[in-house]
């Protein structure tokens, strides 16, 4: 039963990232005003005498996501845009949903350690450590296995098993961020050089205009 997992999932990521990335509070909570126009490292503090319970609180985890899509794969995530009363806090949580073959493609969350808690089927997954080793650290993950990518490295998750699968993330910050390899490389505006891209890439130009075209914004 997904249930059961799932509950022992939340408890597991409220208790695992106490000790979060981000500043820690100064007080019981600072619930964001998304209404504020002053920038902060963050978000500005709501009245506390305004704060209510909605303001801690969001649902919908339950409802699969929509994964007809080229990756096969969607995420759900719940950052302080979501729940204002994250500010501050340092956690997150997303849950990834993927068709057969789905891909959460080679990815990094600037921001955030990530704890990956397999709740259904079968992921491949693993985290590059940095230059000059470039090490593929990988597993595959079964109901119930847990996998934990650091803070900064290119990570992926990849269906391999005969069924669905559905994966909880839990993330060490309010707001993780997320710089998706190839989008950025390829997909960036305005785009990058065709010749740092054929050089850094040691590709032709056919082929970087090539990945240009199925990365851009448009598409």
Known sequence: MAAPILVFVLLSLVSSLAF???PSPLQDFCVADNASPVFVNGEVCKD??????????????????????????????????QIAGLNTLGISIVR???????????????RATEILVVIEGTLYVGFVTSNPE???????????????SPIGLIHFQFNVGQTNAIAIA????????????????FGSTPPISDDVL??????????????????????
């Open 20 to 22: 979060a990335f981000d």
């Open 96 to 110: 990834i949903d993927y068709a057969l073959n789905g891909l959460i493609p080679p990815h990094t969350h600037p």
């Open 134 to 148: 470039n090490r593929l650290i990988s597993k595959v993950l079964n109901k119930g296995d847990v996998f934990v």
């Open 48 to 81: 506390p005498k305004l704060v209510q319970a909605g303001d801690f609180f969001f649902s919908g985890l339950d409802i699969p996501s929509n994964t007809t899509n080229q990756l096969a794969s969607n995420a759900n995530l719940v950052t302080v845009a």
């Open 170 to 185: 839990g993330l060490s910050s309010q707001n993780p961020g997320l710089i998706p390899i190839a989008n950025s490389v």
């Open 198 to 219: 054929t050089k850094a890439f040691q590709l032709g130009k056919n082929v970087v205009d090539s990945l240009k075209s199925k990365f851009s914004p448009a598409n």
